[in-house]
């Protein structure tokens, strides 16, 4: 079998962005978008992606606004809705290149909480949603002084910015892959006011809608996370309206569960759970899994 090429290519959002995109495409089963986390690219999940492709599954992912090769400025937005044009022109490239066959999204951290928030909106046509890690929540409380001082600069300086504090250290306990982290020139760790407001408010928004959602729900948490809250993810878990729902927690893991010592158990539980939701319909399940 041949390698899977990633083929780069690009989208216009609906407020006029041009996106890089890079895909993998695959034959036979249907497609995944992938909405990476803060301060990262799409670039990072190629390995992911190629093992997919392998077994018959496409592959696109976007670099969201302000990350990696697309334009923007760094760690900063208007307004959160904006993250929504990207993942929208995403959503709408992959149902013109399916042919019919099912299309699901995964959303990790930060991409997490736009897929949730994007959903919100009425996005139709999606097989089911998975999230890696969603970002409902900092694991860290954020300080009550921080937290003001960004509503006061938000109005005032909204692309005031500062260090996010992340790391490689605190995505994976795989030494390479905390190396490529540090080393990778299109991460950055910046947040500005403004971003930090807007995220705030859309996890409130979240966690109000989930009795909504009702595609089928796949969520991945590594138990050690030190940025995301598990906890968080949890009740979000309980709280979504799914029928077909499935956390699975991995022991020890900590944010990029993708990325992580023993990801194999990760990438084959979400094919396994792809491959079932592209062959049936209407069963009813509810699963939590401590891994």
């Given at each position: 079998?041949?390698?899977?090429?990633?083929?780069?290519?690009?989208?216009?959002?609906?407020?006029?962005?041009?996106?890089?995109?890079?895909?993998?495409?695959g034959e036979g089963?249907?497609?995944?978008?992938?909405?990476?986390?803060?301060?990262?690219?799409?670039?990072?999940?190629?390995?992911?992606?190629?093992?997919?492709?392998?077994?018959?599954?496409?592959?696109?992912?976007?670099?969201?606004?302000?990350?990696?090769?697309?334009?923007?400025?760094?760690?900063?937005?208007?307004?959160?809705?904006?993250?929504?044009?990207?993942?929208?022109?995403?959503?709408?490239?992959?149902?013109?290149?399916?042919?019919?066959?099912?299309?699901?999204?995964?959303?990790?951290?930060?991409?997490?909480?736009?897929?949730?928030?994007?959903?919100?909106?009425?996005?139709?046509?999606?097989?089911?949603?998975?999230?890696?890690?969603?970002?409902?929540?900092?694991?860290?409380?954020?300080?009550?002084?921080?937290?003001?001082?960004s509503r006061v600069?938000?109005?005032?300086?909204?692309?005031?910015?500062?260090?996010?504090?992340?790391?490689?250290?605190?995505?994976?306990?795989?030494?390479?892959?905390?190396?490529?982290?540090?080393?990778?020139?299109?991460?950055?760790?910046?947040?500005?006011?403004?971003?930090?407001?807007?995220?705030?408010?859309?996890?409130?928004?979240?966690?109000?809608?989930?009795?909504?959602?009702?595609?089928?729900?796949?969520?991945?948490?590594?138990?050690?996370?030190?940025?995301?809250?598990?906890?968080?993810?949890?009740?979000?878990?309980?709280?979504?309206?799914?029928?077909?729902?499935?956390?699975?927690?991995?022991?020890?893991?900590?944010?990029?569960?993708?990325?992580?010592?023993?990801?194999?158990?990760?990438?084959?539980?979400?094919?396994?759970?792809?491959?079932?939701?592209?062959?049936?319909?209407?069963?009813?399940?509810?699963?939590?899994?401590?891994?």
């Open positions: 079998m041949e390698t899977p090429t990633e083929i780069p290519r690009s989208l216009r959002t609906a407020d006029g962005l041009s996106l890089f995109v890079r895909v993998w495409p089963k249907g497609s995944l978008g992938i909405i990476h986390g803060y301060g990262e690219h799409s670039g990072r999940y190629d390995g992911f992606a190629r093992w997919l492709n392998a077994r018959g599954w496409s592959v696109a992912a976007c670099d969201l606004r302000g990350h990696g090769n697309s334009p923007g400025r760094r760690g900063h937005i208007r307004r959160f809705a904006d993250y929504l044009y990207d993942a929208t022109a995403l959503h709408g490239f992959l149902q013109g290149r399916v042919g019919g066959r099912p299309v699901f999204l995964l959303g990790h951290s930060l991409g997490g909480l736009i897929a949730i928030r994007y959903l919100q909106g009425g996005a139709e046509g999606l097989g089911g949603l998975i999230l890696s890690a969603p970002f409902l929540k900092a694991e860290l409380p954020i300080p009550t002084w921080k937290v003001a001082l600069l938000s109005r005032g300086w909204p692309s005031f910015s500062s260090p996010s504090g992340l790391g490689g250290a605190l995505v994976s306990r795989d030494p390479e892959i905390v190396a490529e982290y540090g080393r990778d020139p299109l991460m950055h760790t910046k947040a500005t006011a403004r971003w930090l407001t807007e995220t705030l408010t859309a996890q409130e928004d979240a966690f109000a809608w989930a009795p909504e959602l009702s595609i089928p729900l796949l969520l991945l948490h590594g138990d050690a996370d030190p940025i995301a809250s598990v906890s968080a993810t949890r009740r979000f878990f309980a709280a979504a309206g799914s029928h077909d729902k499935t956390l699975n927690v991995y022991g020890g893991f900590l944010h990029e569960v993708l990325n992580e010592i023993g990801k194999e158990r990760v990438w084959e539980d979400i094919a396994s759970w792809l491959d079932e939701r592209s062959r049936t319909e209407g069963e009813i399940r509810t699963k939590e899994v401590m891994c």
